[in-house]
């Protein structure tokens, strides 16, 4: 079996958080691959034996049920179905997964949550029970929640899932005073943020680190830790108020996979949108009508329209001052903060958020559901801000 999966759980271990762990596993080779819908893994199992497997396809493609229906064959009938999301009742692109299951003869279902989609929302349990399958709920449903975080945010605020990734020194700065910054993290830190990238709709800079480090903003990945079909790389995206960004950056490479998009606004002189435009990159305008000085790309504005083109998660690597902005504007949802046992002190090296900042301890944003990895000499601390948009989606 792929990646040291056996048939049954280990000795002592509940079966059904096993069977939908390992429904997980396969949700989460689909992250950044299929927006605008969810990540979801399925296992078939029968008699204790895994018999199929599947995860959702790129749009337009099979859901996750489906190709493990297709896996299994007939071995289906009788079996028992862990979702990492409830089974849909609806048309979309594809038919409805509940009546697939239905005719194959699955007996039993488990979904981890309850699609908060209007047009499912329990219709496709109600079905499976109608049906006379049994069906519940759980378990990991926390898991499949933190998998599906993206679908939620949008489907909540209209926007990705916001998450603001930084790495800085034990002593809280992300560059030296100078503004030298590779490397605070190592190897191991560094292969981490690829995989980030890898599960990624999107990423996003601003010019001032384009400039000062002409970096790829590709994902670089073996084959073996990428998800499905090898190293994903997710829209490009870099913010640039009054044009500023060179047209021969690294960047703009037509060689490089995937897209990139330059958001600025109408301060960014038009021949120099041009220039960006034969490089092959999108050009979109949003922000800066009002009497900002300098004039500013609105986030608000730029999340609302990658969110209506159905991307699900944004990852930030900006410096301090887009850090900052989205801070200030509340826009992060997640953070994920390598740690280096570094010490670099200075007055004007920065930290990771530009902005003003708040004034008490008490205005502060908390992070929830902690969690803290070692990789190597480094630490990687990540946890949901509180109030985010994802909560507010069921």
């Excluded at 762990?21 to 895994?50: H, K």
């Excluded at 990159?281 to 009508?289: C, F, H, I, R």
């Excluded at 902005?325 to 949802?333: E, Q, T």
Aim: hydrophobic residues 40%; charged residues 25%; proline residues 8%.
């Amino acid at each position: 079996m792929r990646r040291g999966v056996t048939d049954g759980p280990p000795s002592g271990m509940d079966a059904h958080a096993y069977y939908m762990g390992v429904a997980l596993a396969e949700g989460g080779r689909a992250l950044g691959r299929v927006s605008p819908n969810p990540a979801v893994g399925a296992v078939l199992v029968r008699e204790g034996r895994i018999v199929g497997r599947g995860r959702t396809q790129p749009p337009g493609g099979p859901h996750a049920e489906i190709v493990a229906l297709r896996a299994a064959g007939d071995a289906a009938r009788g079996a028992t179905l862990y979702n990492t999301l409830e089974p849909c009742a609806h048309v979309g692109r594809t038919p409805p997964c509940a009546e697939a299951l239905i005719a194959a003869g699955v007996a039993e279902v488990y979904a981890a949550r309850i699609d908060p989609f209007p047009a499912v929302r329990g219709r496709g349990l109600a079905r499976l029970r109608e049906a006379g399958l049994v069906v519940h709920t759980g378990p990991c449903a926390e898991e499949a929640r933190d998998q599906q975080a993206g679908f939620l945010t949008r489907l909540a605020a209209g926007r990705p899932h916001v998450t603001a990734k930084w790495a800085m020194t034990l002593d809280g700065r992300i560059a030296t005073r100078t503004g030298h910054a590779r490397w605070i993290t190592g190897p191991a830190a560094r292969h981490e943020v690829h995989r980030l990238r890898d599960q990624a709709d999107a990423i996003l800079i601003g010019v001032g680190t384009v400039i000062a480090d002409d970096p790829l903003l590709t994902t670089r990945l073996p084959d073996e830790d990428a998800g499905d079909g090898g190293p994903h790389h997710p829209l490009r995206i870099v913010l640039d108020s009054a044009g500023r960004l060179p047209p021969d950056a690294r960047v703009l490479s037509p060689d490089l996979p995937g897209r990139t998009l330059i958001a600025c606004t109408p301060a960014a002189p038009a021949a120099r949108r041009d220039d960006w435009r034969r490089r092959g990159a999108e050009v979109l305008v949003v922000g800066g009508e009002q009497a900002e000085r300098p004039p500013q790309v609105d986030l608000r504005q730029l999340l609302a329209v990658l969110g209506a083109r159905g991307l699900n998660t944004l990852l930030v690597e900006g410096g301090s001052a887009v850090l900052g902005a989205f801070s200030s504007a509340g826009l992060i949802d997640r953070v994920v903060a390598f740690v280096a046992p570094v010490l670099v002190g200075g007055r004007d090296a920065p930290g990771p958020l530009g902005d003003r900042g708040v004034a008490t301890i008490a205005e502060a944003y908390r992070l929830r559901r902690v969690t803290i990895r070692q990789l190597d000499h480094d630490l990687l601390i990540s946890g949901d801000v509180e109030g985010s948009a994802r909560g507010q989606a069921c």
